[in-house]
């Protein structure tokens, strides 16, 4: 064979091979055999599916789309359509549009004409109305998710961090981290138990689950990101003799004689964690506060109630001046670290006592569960209070007492949950949505005070294996395509068939929409970018779609 004959063939060879290397990993799907429930994709130590994002040139755009029917990340790409024949209508004042450019009804010559009511929406968008900076998303490193995964094999470890944190999963960049243990815990604990009412912390030190668990799954993380992880940090409780109950759940509060100790002990895990090179980004004031007051009766897990007016005096006199004055001095603190209802009474109630305190608090952490109340309370809070960011830090599926089962496998309706939840928190002020478990057992486990849940990757001990459910892939449409700096645009709704629909301008320029269509017929989506320029595509029944478009 001639020299260029041999280079042709490797010429050819490696061409092919760079090609493979180029394309994603397909989903390996597996039916649960459940009706009404979509598939799941199975990883191990040597196969997990993966999604590479493409920056579109300007004039294209790439769409990736999940379905019930299975599709997960499939690609497709097009061009941007131009009307020759528009008129210059970019007025950002439109009468008919509320703050957030959410349509509220009115006359508008772009309004689709009701024959369309049933499948057809349009939506305008607005780049130079810009709005909060995101932070990113993440999971929470509980001893439950870090016990899983440990159970795995090496190689299907590393499979399990790089599709969360690496450049081929969903590129994670925020993780939440109990201070101690919680009820994802194989059994209560908290640091420095005894000696008992040791005010000074003297016997203060993490423990072997922060060793052999939590801190080596971070460590991993960190090295696979592909940008910055930025970590909080919450207390469930603190040492029961600190507490008017000494217990670890039930009704009680600090006792006033260890409100500087328990200051000290969120200064403390900064610093030990410090040691072990993992930085803290920002610790909340005590997960839950309601938890161990009005929750009292229901809550059978490490829990520590705080009244407002008392959270309000440990913020200002221990908690802010312990940490300002420390050299953890940049350390964020969120406060109040509970349901989206919660926060008006306790922002009420801290303002009445002490208003100095939100000297020293950065923001406010949110939690998923029973948000009854409107996404817009989240936006009246920051109208109220500007130089503070909104943070949702928890989520799950399957906690209440109603939910018949805590795990449900190939949940479509979960993931739906779960995107509804980030598109209306992102559109009313929130730079960040934090899932829980990073991965549980197929029971919804281990948790000592069996309250299970489900989580968007359950871990298979005996056969190696964990698998992704919907849920992971409804957090990766978000996660994936909004890298940190990305700005919320306006996204204004052009018809009477409401869509769901966030949108952002990325650090590259280009725009992100995610689109979500609940329903169980297409719809046909016009986007609007500018006055004559359009996209024109369809959202499949029961469908979650991220569009980027070269702008």
């Not at 090179?277 to 007051?293: F, M, Q, R, S």
Request: some cysteine.
């Amino acid at each position: 064979m001639s020299l260029i004959t041999n280079l042709l063939v490797s010429f050819l060879i490696w061409s092919t091979y760079l090609s493979y290397a180029k394309c994603d990993v397909p989903c390996a799907a597996r039916d649960v055999g459940i009706e009404g429930r979509s598939i799941v994709c199975v990883c191990n130590a040597t196969y997990c599916d993966t999604i590479s994002r493409e920056i579109p040139e300007r004039g294209k755009y790439v769409v990736y789309t999940s379905t019930f029917a299975g599709d997960r990340f499939k690609k497709s790409y097009g061009d941007i359509e131009t009307n020759v024949n528009a008129r210059e209508d970019d007025n950002d004042d439109d009468v008919d549009e509320d703050e957030n450019g959410n349509y509220e009804g009115g006359e508008d010559g772009e309004i689709e004409q009701p024959v369309s009511i049933l499948n057809r929406g349009a939506i305008r968008l607005y780049a130079n109305r810009r709005f909060q900076v995101i932070e990113g998303f993440g999971g929470s490193v509980t001893d439950a998710a870090s016990i899983n995964w440990r159970k795995l094999s090496d190689g299907a470890q590393i499979n399990f961090i790089n599709t969360y944190f690496g450049k081929d999963g969903i590129e994670y960049n925020l993780i939440r981290v109990p201070i101690g243990g919680s009820d994802f815990s194989e059994y209560p604990y908290t640091y420095n138990e005894g000696p008992w009412q040791d005010g000074n912390l003297s016997n203060y030190s993490i423990v072997s689950e922060d060793i052999f668990f939590k801190l080596p799954m971070i460590k991993r993380a960190l090295r696979a990101a592909t940008s910055e992880i930025k970590i909080t940090a919450s207390t469930w409780s603190p040492p029961v003799w600190m507490k008017t109950n000494e217990r670890i759940t039930g009704y009680g509060q600090l006792k006033p004689e260890f409100y500087q100790a328990y200051a000290d002990y969120h200064l403390l895990f900064l610093e030990e964690y410090s040691k072990a090179e993992v930085p803290i980004w920002a610790i909340t004031t005590t997960n839950e506060p309601i938890n161990g007051v009005a929750g009292a009766p229901f809550v059978r897990f490490n829990s520590l109630g705080w009244f407002p007016s008392q959270l309000a005096r440990w913020v200002y006199n221990n908690l802010g001046p312990t940490i300002r004055q420390s050299r953890f001095n940049a350390t964020k603190i969120l406060a109040i670290d509970d349901q989206r209802y919660m926060l008006p009474v306790y922002i009420y109630g801290m303002e009445q006592e002490e208003p100095k305190a939100f000297d020293y608090i950065d923001g406010f952490a949110i939690h998923y569960y029973g948000n009854f109340a409107p996404a817009s309370i989240l936006t009246a809070i920051q109208n109220n209070y500007p130089d503070k960011i909104l943070l949702s830090t928890e989520a799950c599926e399957g906690p209440m007492p109603w939910d018949n089962e805590k795990v449900e496998i190939g949940s479509w309706q979960r993931a739906n949950n779960y995107v509804t939840s980030i598109l209306q928190d992102l559109n009313n002020y929130v730079v960040g949505w934090i899932d829980w478990n990073l991965c549980l057992s197929p029971t919804g486990g281990p948790n000592w005070a069996d309250n299970f849940v489900d989580a968007p990757i359950l871990v298979y001990e005996d056969s190696d294996e964990f698998i992704k459910q919907p849920m992971y892939y409804g957090m990766g449409h978000f996660s994936k395509f909004i890298p940190r700096g990305s700005r919320r645009i306006r996204s204004a709704q052009r018809s009477l068939l409401r869509v769901d629909n966030l949108a952002v301008i990325t650090p590259q320029g280009t725009v992100v929409v995610v689109l979500q269509n609940k329903r169980e017929r297409a719809i046909d989506l016009r986007i609007q970018i500018d006055w004559r320029r359009l996209i024109s595509i369809t959202l499949e029944p029961q469908s979650i779609k991220t569009i980027e478009i070269g702008v």
